[in-house]
């Protein structure tokens, strides 16, 4: 019976192991080299996986966000979005292959507000500048 609860034990710390170690998301940056700075994020990177980069921006109701990006993909997915006070994504785009584009997002709400971007398995770089308008 002691052979037994130790051998449970053993297996059950394992199976605990094996659960966490799936939780955890892994964040890989190879050959990584860039700025992030107000208003500019800008990376060119070999390996890309995770959250790369936020930055925060403090906005007032009524203003808009003028977000422009140059994406470069050679494999796998970058995703850019922006993040409102409550968390949740007011705007968001998956790229699988190289785009640049500019949009505007009118906010109604003030708050703080988050750009973020993050890659899957991608390489490549990444330009994404913002700024606020009244």
């Not at 394992?14 to 860039?34: D, E, N, P, T």
């Not at 968001?92 to 890659?119: F, N, P, R, S």
Request: aromatic share 8%; glycine share 10%.
């Amino acid at each position: 019976m002691k052979h037994f609860c130790k051998t449970l034990c053993i297996f059950l710390a394992v199976v605990a192991i094996v659960i966490l170690a799936g939780c955890v998301q892994s964040k890989v940056r190879i050959k990584w080299q860039g700025t992030n700075v107000p208003g500019h994020m800008a990376y060119r990177y070999d390996r890309f996986t995770g959250d790369a980069e936020t930055h925060n921006v403090s906005v007032k109701a009524g203003q808009t966000l003028v977000l422009t990006y140059d994406v470069v993909v050679n494999e796998g997915t970058l995703s850019i979005q922006v993040d409102g006070p409550d968390n949740e994504a007011v705007w968001e785009i998956a790229l699988q292959e190289g785009a640049q584009d500019t949009v505007e997002l009118a906010l109604e709400e003030g708050g703080q507000y988050c750009v973020v971007v993050m890659g899957e398995k991608t390489g490549g770089s990444f330009d994404v500048s913002w700024e606020l308008r009244d």
